[in-house]
């Protein structure tokens, strides 16, 4: 026996509509989409369905709705398109255990790659911004909250040597969806110098253009936080 074919909500049937006029080009990048009005007596359906229509999209991160304006497409962004799964991620590592495991994994792997890519590719101009975000870091010491931004910014900076937006944004989110563990971390006796300590042995081989070292120095510095992870993260 055949599978019957489910009848679809008109909703749905909006939505195709309008997907298939941002992604032609048709209402691009930037521009708002026709009123909830134009849509209905455009497509000759009710409210309820253009609302549904609009908030799945808003849903998958396509348009931004403003109270009191028409929906918008969003200007597509590696920061937008990681910022969409941010969610998901924190619950899937509160709830799933082993996840954060494979979130040090990652960090790990992608991390020591980015320093070896800098290490190849940073210019005299990167190396002394490398230089200054660790100075900015050390005055931060009397704020943790500032502390752990400039760590994190620390990180961002050597990804961006890549020139692939898309890495840096990546750094930046498993930064983040690991954050109350990195906290942790920060508050532990002697972390703060420590840290420092270990960047500036990271910016040093990023300076010497030696990949290995750079690969070398970010391992063990990752390699230290993930055994204070596994100290300090909650027991599940």
């Given at each position: 026996m055949a599978d019957t074919i489910q009848r679809r909500k008109i909703y749905q049937e909006v939505l195709d509509r309008l997907m298939a006029r941002i992604r032609s080009g048709a209402i691009p990048p930037g521009a708002q989409l026709p009123s909830e009005r134009e849509l209905m007596e455009e497509y000759g359906v009710g409210r309820p369905a253009v609302r549904e229509a609009l908030q799945a999209l808003e849903r998958s991160g396509i348009v931004e709705i403003a109270h009191g304006e028409r929906a918008r497409v969003v200007v597509p962004t590696a920061e937008r398109l990681v910022a969409q799964i941010a969610g998901g991620a924190m619950h899937l590592l509160r709830s799933q255990p082993g996840s954060l495991e494979h979130l040090k994994d990652a960090r790990l792997f992608l991390e020591t790659g980015m320093a070896r890519l800098a290490a190849a590719r940073a210019t005299e101009e990167q190396v002394a911004r490398l230089r200054l975000s660790i100075a900015q870091h050390r005055a931060s010491m009397v704020n943790l909250e500032q502390f752990i931004e400039r760590d994190m910014a620390f990180h961002r900076e050597i990804a961006g040597i890549s020139g692939n937006p898309i890495?840096?944004?990546?750094?930046?989110?498993?930064?983040?969806?690991?954050?109350?563990?990195?906290?942790?971390?920060?508050?532990?006796?002697?972390?703060?110098?420590?840290t420092l300590a270990e960047h500036e042995r990271i910016v040093e081989a990023i300076a010497a253009h030696d990949p290995d070292a750079a690969a070398a120095a970010m391992h063990a510095h990752l390699s230290r936080a993930n055994t204070l992870y596994q100290q300090l993260s909650p027991q599940t």
């Amino acid at each position: 026996m055949a599978d019957t074919i489910q009848r679809r909500k008109i909703y749905q049937e909006v939505l195709d509509r309008l997907m298939a006029r941002i992604r032609s080009g048709a209402i691009p990048p930037g521009a708002q989409l026709p009123s909830e009005r134009e849509l209905m007596e455009e497509y000759g359906v009710g409210r309820p369905a253009v609302r549904e229509a609009l908030q799945a999209l808003e849903r998958s991160g396509i348009v931004e709705i403003a109270h009191g304006e028409r929906a918008r497409v969003v200007v597509p962004t590696a920061e937008r398109l990681v910022a969409q799964i941010a969610g998901g991620a924190m619950h899937l590592l509160r709830s799933q255990p082993g996840s954060l495991e494979h979130l040090k994994d990652a960090r790990l792997f992608l991390e020591t790659g980015m320093a070896r890519l800098a290490a190849a590719r940073a210019t005299e101009e990167q190396v002394a911004r490398l230089r200054l975000s660790i100075a900015q870091h050390r005055a931060s010491m009397v704020n943790l909250e500032q502390f752990i931004e400039r760590d994190m910014a620390f990180h961002r900076e050597i990804a961006g040597i890549s020139g692939n937006p898309i890495f840096p944004a990546i750094v930046e989110a498993l930064f983040r969806w690991a954050g109350e563990y990195y906290q942790q971390m920060v508050r532990a006796p002697g972390a703060e110098d420590l840290t420092l300590a270990e960047h500036e042995r990271i910016v040093e081989a990023i300076a010497a253009h030696d990949p290995d070292a750079a690969a070398a120095a970010m391992h063990a510095h990752l390699s230290r936080a993930n055994t204070l992870y596994q100290q300090l993260s909650p027991q599940t």
